[in-house]
């Protein structure tokens, strides 16, 4: 059986995004806290959904009207989802796309980049906020802070990660992980979702 880091992207997107819809649609209070700071949990899902389209879009690709997360966001999610994965199991997934920012990629490689891993990272998040296990893959997880941590400054200066929350060096893989990218891995501030 592949790990998750050996899956080709459609099925590591399908995989990763599948496991976030379980936790968007377990929500029940979409104005709970989240542990990112000043963020509740509609706002992980506005970010994932907001962000990749404008993402997408700064490369020039057509993608339909953006879903209303404000009104219902499990159903934005699920149609974010889909046109997504659409977009991966395509075949225009092995095109060229030119971002401004990012440079030159395959599609399905730039989504899978920039995208899908930020919606494994925000997984643990939103799970938080609902009191929940994100149910995170550990394997998958060392991957990917193994993979950041040679680009640290990088990410740090970006704006987009805080200040690593220090860790025990014995910590698991998703501690690592969430620490790395700024989270308190103790974070318990939720008042129920």
């Not at 000043?38 to 009207?65: C, Y």
């Not at 159903?75 to 030159?104: K, S, V």
């Not at 891993?117 to 893959?137: C, E, P, Q, V, Y």
Request: aromatic share 8%.
């Amino acid at each position: 059986m592949q790990t998750i880091a050996e899956l080709a992207p459609a099925e590591r997107h399908r995989l990763i995004a599948t496991g976030f819809g379980e936790h968007v649609g377990a929500v029940t209070n979409w104005d709970a806290p989240t542990p990112v700071d000043g963020w509740v949990a509609r706002d992980i899902v506005t970010h994932l959904v907001e962000w990749s389209r404008a993402f997408l879009r700064a490369g020039d690709l057509e993608l339909a009207d953006d879903p209303s997360i404000r009104t219902d966001p499990v159903a934005a999610w699920a149609a974010h989802r889909a046109e997504i994965q659409g977009l991966l199991d395509g075949p225009g997934a092995d095109d060229e796309f030119t971002h401004p920012y990012a440079g030159t990629h395959r599609l399905g490689d730039a989504i899978d980049r920039f995208y899908t891993t930020d919606i494994f990272m925000h997984t643990w998040d939103l799970a938080t906020a609902r009191g929940a296990d994100s149910g995170l893959d550990p394997d998958f997880a060392a991957h990917v802070v193994d993979g950041m941590s040679g680009i640290e400054e990088i990410l740090r200066s970006s704006g987009q990660y805080g200040p690593a929350v220090s860790v025990p060096a014995d910590s698991d893989p998703v501690t690592r992980l969430v620490g790395f990218i700024g989270r308190d891995p103790k974070w318990t501030g939720r008042t129920g979702s």
